[in-house]
């Protein structure tokens, strides 16, 4: 059963991480009343007492997603928390309690583990969060880190992905491909030091993009300023695995087709310079980078002019039809291209 | 920094999983009226609405926790369910949702994942629980496993580990040792199968160990007799780790000594013969083996008349004195063995 070698079995590639979750537990059947929303969204919806409680985890795989020659524990540890945090955010809700538990090799000294907790601590106190548990075990390779993340809000208040309505206008907060950019920078440097470890890399030029992919935080301010504006998005999902992703669960989830344009995607100017650089397409970074943890939500056209001028905000497109296609209108020309989760490639090739 | 070579660092195994997270965590202030209790108990408790939310996490590691050579992928979906929901149960609590991350190896096809996840669901059908929420990753070997459990009870129904007074009784459900021989039993038909693939393990007499080490339940019965017998218990933990490190919990956490009788320590028949067979003291099995899943719990001695004779409840001794050493009374002697959690080697040399 374990062994991948019978042809009947099926590699876990096929289905690809959304396509796996799907399958495994789209037969699941709610027994609880106090279970307002389950899978599917940034964060389950419990109904436990006045407030609702959002509650989500994520896992953090070394090897997978870090890789600790150019990661330090402390960054490591915030990063850990603010993944979660995001996912809070994204379901317009306020974090309060997080549980985090730690598999570590014996090879780690408890040094390195108080680094990741120190990193850890100061995310709980910058964002005002209790970290109330956990479990702390062994691994047999590597360090892995799984946080849940609790939160509430009114009923009212609770955005899920699912509410896009027709016509409503796409935005983004801040800008995007930075992380993925610094990750690119990064790698380079450490390979640079694998050959010649008496270089000393300077990664001044890259400050920004470098902190973006090591120290990202999550879009707190946002929440509130929607709420200062009075601005409540129709739906609404944190910026993971790229623009191009999560455009596609917000449009499945909504069942409307969503259009985004090319020029209004928010670049730093250091993503353009450095994806010139890379030799990448910038916007291809905005749209496959991920890990930015931006907010990504529609509005109604009427809250518009609340929105209109921010310098955190940009309206990057809109929905369109039910059942329609999701497309990137391409700058100066007619050209659409279409979106697509494994995109990276095929957009690369237009 | 990561590398355990340099002197001056302080290796893992120092410290102990429960110093670990001492050290690691002692300094966490709570910022959060919301936070009830942080670290420290079976489960945190949040006060979220009109009853108190409790919620706790568990990580389970291939080659640590758990061995998929004589491990069914359908158990052991099962088992890290119930790990969680006990920990629920030992704050007196109903447990209502799970969240579930996974970090998997390509190694592993999609049907083994199925396993994995049809074992989790009949866990939560079986425990009227939803699965709401979690995260699938890569792993670069193995498989990982992390729970979350949700709960809610009444605010003053809640029972924390600290709350023993003097000469309260110690009470265990169940019984004892199971779950340790169990997997004795298992280890050693795996070696035999690893020298002769070809002989067929006859397990029939092991079924009550091989069960209780690959199938345990979670006491929400225990839960539920106490409710009806109306008796609420002082204090209360689920055992895990084995009998004599809970009890040093309970004592460190109250700050009263515990005496417990050997004679009391309730053992199933097959425990005690299949000991025998392995040369190991039964008792010793039930002290240190861990992973029976039974509550242990103190009750005031007035509850007493309550629960005597209540076939799956067993007084197995009592507080003493504040400040107080914890102490196992030998049966047929005046002899007293201190607990201890390290005490594998310290009793057996007695």
Redesign the interface.
Same mark, same amino acid.
């Given at each position: 059963?374990?062994?991948?070698k019978?042809p009947q079995?099926?590699?876990?590639?096929?289905?690809g991480?959304f396509g796996?979750?799907d399958?495994?537990?789209n037969?699941?059947e709610?027994?609880?009343d106090?279970?307002e929303? &389950?899978?599917g969204d940034d964060?389950?919806v419990?109904n436990? &007492?006045?407030?609702e409680?959002v509650?989500?985890?994520?896992?953090l !795989?070394? &090897?997978?997603?870090f890789n600790?020659a150019y990661v330090p524990?402390k960054h490591l540890g915030y990063k850990s928390v603010m993944v979660n945090l995001s996912d809070v955010y994204a379901m317009n809700a306020v974090p309060?309690?997080i549980?985090v538990?730690?598999? !570590?090799s014996?090879?780690?000294?408890?040094?390195?583990?108080?680094?990741l907790?120190e990193g850890i601590?100061i995310a709980?106190?910058n964002y005002?969060?209790?970290? !109330? &548990?956990?479990?702390?075990?062994?691994?047999?390779?590597?360090l892995?880190i799984?946080i849940?993340a609790?939160g509430?809000a009114k009923k009212q208040e609770i955005v899920y992905r699912d509410g896009a309505n027709e016509n409503d206008l796409l935005v983004v907060s801040g800008d995007l491909g930075g992380a993925y950019l610094g990750l690119q920078v990064l790698e380079r440097e450490n390979e640079v030091f694998k050959v010649n470890p008496n270089v000393q890399p300077d990664l001044a030029q890259y400050d920004y993009l470098v902190g973006r992919q090591l120290k990202p935080e999550a879009r707190k301010d946002i929440v509130q300023l929607l709420k200062d504006l009075e601005v409540k998005p129709t739906s609404m999902i944190d910026i993971s695995d790229g623009l191009s992703s999560e455009i596609l669960h917000l449009s499945k989830q909504s069942g409307y087709g969503f259009k985004i344009y090319e020029e209004k995607i928010p670049l730093d100017p250091s993503v353009i310079k450095t994806a010139e650089e890379f030799s990448i397409n910038p916007v291809t970074c905005a749209l496959n980078g991920g890990e930015d943890y931006e907010l990504l939500f529609t509005i109604s056209q009427e809250d518009y002019p609340k929105i209109k001028g921010n310098p955190n905000l940009t309206v990057i497109g809109h929905t369109t039809e039910q059942n329609a296609e999701n497309y990137l209108m391409l700058q100066g020309s007619e050209s659409a291209v279409p979106l697509s989760a494994q995109g990276w490639n095929s957009f690369e090739g237009e």
């Open positions: 059963m374990l062994d991948d019978q079995l099926t590699s876990l590639d096929k289905l991480e796996l979750i399958h495994l537990t037969s699941i709610i027994q609880n106090t279970t929303k &389950g899978i964060a389950a419990l436990l &007492g006045e407030l409680t509650v989500t985890t994520d896992m !795989v070394e &090897g997978v997603h600790l524990l309060s309690q549980l538990s730690i598999a !570590v014996s090879r780690f000294p408890v040094e390195a583990l108080e680094e907790y601590k709980c106190k005002k969060v209790d970290l !109330v &548990g956990g479990d702390t075990t062994s691994s047999t390779s590597g892995i799984s849940t609790i509430t």
